[in-house]
């Protein structure tokens, strides 16, 4: 049977002390409802209803379904949890199970879901309710068991007695239930409690009234059910998860020189023997092959680091092809289109956009090379700017196999230089050049003596 989730993200958020949408907040380079979203497609549920309050066109614009069917209650009032999902039990098809989850609870694993879905099954008049123990339970609903263990009920904290807040077992709001009798549970709800407003957790002494049992289970981490309402909160479960990755990474056999100091905001796939030095963040989807070096303060998006190849420290490479053997840096900077043939090098203050470098060319320094082919062997000298717009269009320019291109050297596209060709220092090349010749565009050097230098007037 199909699952179903609710994810309530109507919230303002105003702890947040901003005028963005709590749950489009990022952590690890992605709105924290995506992160829910993400989840919930990965554990297989086919329908993702979300309940949207506060800039409710900004959340719709900034998130994706994928492959699960997504769409959307408004919520105007903030009337509690239990309001929230009755805005969007209209949409939910009868007799399905359903998940209620939290658009800034953004961590909690497929695998927890799918283990709270299964839990379910065994039972699937009663409720699987999400659970867990805090030494320090101050703020959350408590779980309120009988002689026999069986769950009674949940209070909340500012509801509860001094003997409820005793109480470890928190409840972490996250559950599954049949959607049918959820429609039952949440049109009996009333708002008689401190906060005036309709508590989700009310159903679960419901449930239990009407002769339904609730299962519990707990989380593998406690992180998987951390809710952010500050900015200190975010950043706490930021550097937490982005530790939780490097650990991943570690045990496939990855190395950092500081796993603290590292942030993954998309995907990465590293293969053995890979090095990352301090500060480098990975954004898009990355991929790192084996034995390859990664300098500090490096920024990886969407590109390929091929085996063996070192990235030096504070380069960015974006949406670019390196291949195996490669150097590239420091200070370099790799645009989209960038391919680098094996063994070829990139050295400081380098700016390669939408252009290939074939096998062993280098260009060491400060240079400049765009919309270019550039064969294999090829020696690009210091200074050297491939001049590829002419304000209105772009041209391309073609260096053949074993050029050598002088520095200070201004190739003005389009223009071929010749397999063999050597460009003089300095030159300007705005005709094509042969294979094996040598190009040289001066101004003869002229000298004058006893020269003044201009002074300045007092």
């Known amino acids: 049977m199909d699952i179903q989730t609710i994810i309530l993200a109507a919230g303002k958020g105003s702890r947040m002390k901003s005028e963005l949408p ?81 658009g800034d609870v953004p961590l909690t694993h497929q695998e927890t879901l799918t283990q709270l879905v299964e839990l379910y099954w065994e039972n699937p008049k009663g409720i699987a309710l999400m659970t867990c123990h805090f030494d320090d339970p101050t703020g959350y609903g408590r779980i309120v068991r009988d002689a026999t263990n069986r769950v009674t009920g949940i209070v909340e904290h500012k509801d509860a007695s001094d003997i409820q807040k005793k109480i470890t077992e928190v409840n972490t709001g996250i559950l599954c239930c049949n959607s049918s009798q959820l429609k039952d549970w949440v049109s009996r ?28 289970a707990q989380p593998v981490n406690l992180y998987e059910i951390e809710g952010i309402n500050t900015l200190r909160q975010l950043a706490d479960l930021e ?6 990755l490097a650990n991943q990474l570690m045990d496939a056999g990855v190395t950092f020189r500081d796993p603290n100091r590292f942030d993954l905001r998309g ?13 480098c963040i990975i954004e898009g989807r990355v991929s790192v092959k084996q034995g390859a070096q990664i300098g500090a303060n490096v920024i990886l998006k969407n590109c390929t680091i091929g ?11 974006e949406e670019s092809q390196i291949a195996n053997d490669c150097s590239v840096g420091p200070f370099a900077r790799l645009r989209p289109g960038t391919v680098l043939q094996s063994d070829s090098h990139v050295g400081n203050f380098v700016e390669i956009k939408k252009s290939t470098l074939g096998e062993g ?30 304000g209105a269009n772009k041209h391309q320019t073609i260096i053949e ?9 201004q190739l003005v596209a389009p223009v071929t230089v010749g397999k063999g060709a050597t460009i003089g220092a300095g030159t300007t090349v705005s005709s094509n050049v042969s294979a094996d010749a040598l190009c040289i565009s ?5 000298q004058i003596e006893g020269w003044q230098r201009p002074v300045k007037n007092k």
Not at 57 to 75: E, F, N, T
Not at 80 to 93: C, D, F, N, Q, S
Not at 307 to 317: D, F, G
Not at 442 to 446: A, D, L, T
Request: net charge negative; glycine share 10%; proline share 2%.
């Open 189 to 216: 709800l009333n708002n008689e409690n401190a906060q005036g407003e309709y508590y989700l957790t009310d159903i679960i002494a419901m449930a239990v009234e009407d002769g339904q049992t609730v299962e519990t």
């Open 307 to 317: 085996a063996n190849s070192i990235i030096k420290p504070n380069s960015i490479i």
């Open 22 to 102: 709590k749950v489009l907040h990022q952590l690890a380079g992605k709105p924290l409802v995506q992160h829910v979203i993400d989840s919930c497609q990965a554990m297989g549920a086919s329908h993702c209803h979300l309940v949207v309050g506060h800039g409710a066109d900004l959340v719709k614009s900034s998130i994706s379904g994928g492959r699960m069917a997504l769409s959307y209650a408004q919520q105007d009032q903030q009337l509690g949890t239990g309001h929230a999902v009755k805005m969007a039990l209209a949409e939910l098809p009868d007799d399905s199970p359903t998940l209620i989850l939290y």
């Open 361 to 390: 060319t280098k260009a060491g320094h400060l240079s400049y090379i765009g919309d270019s082919l550039v064969g294999n062997n090829v020696n690009i000298g210091a200074g050297t700017i491939t001049c590829n717009y002419d």
């Open 442 to 446: 001066r101004v003869k050097q002229k």
């Open 239 to 244: 550097r937490v998860w982005q530790r939780e």
């Open 401 to 409: 196999d074993d050029a050598f291109i002088g520095s200070d050297t």
């Open 267 to 279: 995907t990465l796939s590293c293969e053995q023997g890979v090095v990352f030095d301090i500060n």
